[in-house]
Nanobody
Framework: QVQLVESGGGSVQAGESLRLSCEIS????????VGWFRQGPGKEREGVAL???????KYTSSVQGRFTISKGNPEVTLYLQMDSLKPEDSGTYYC?????????????????WGQGTQVIVSS
């Protein structure tokens, strides 16, 4: 049973930073991609960033240059460093893992989810 547990959310002012963490357990395969997604109030869940098993990354355009996704060592922890936060970054952030080296941030291709951690950015 795969489990993902997010942490690190909080309430900050615009321009400040947060670092999200995701602890992953129970994954039995050596090939994978891991990613961060978010869902704002009344909005669809959207992909934020992903990283595959060899470290290739992909970001949605709205966070490019402000957010950095990384993996821990051993690779059971996923991070999202969020700098220069904006009010539109607010929402619940979820981590996910999927089999294979995928390049899509479309949430419909990802099936394992954590419970989420809330980020609130005030102007």
């Amino acid at each position: 049973q795969v489990q993902l547990v997010e942490s690190g959310g909080g309430s900050v002012q615009a321009g400040e930073s947060l670092r999200l963490s995701c602890e992953i357990s129970g994954w039995k395969y050596t090939t994978y991609s891991v990613g961060w997604f978010r869902q704002g109030p009344g909005k669809e869940r959207e992909g934020v960033a992903l990283i595959d098993e060899i470290g290739r990354t992909k970001y949605t355009s709205s966070v490019q240059g402000r957010f950095t996704i990384s993996k821990g060592n051993p690779e059971v922890t996923l991070y999202l460093q969020m700098d220069s936060l904006k009010p539109e970054d607010s929402g619940t952030y979820y981590c996910s893992i999927v089999y294979g080296m995928v390049t899509t941030l479309d949430p419909s291709y990802w099936s394992k989810w954590g419970q989420g951690t809330q980020v609130i950015v005030s102007s």
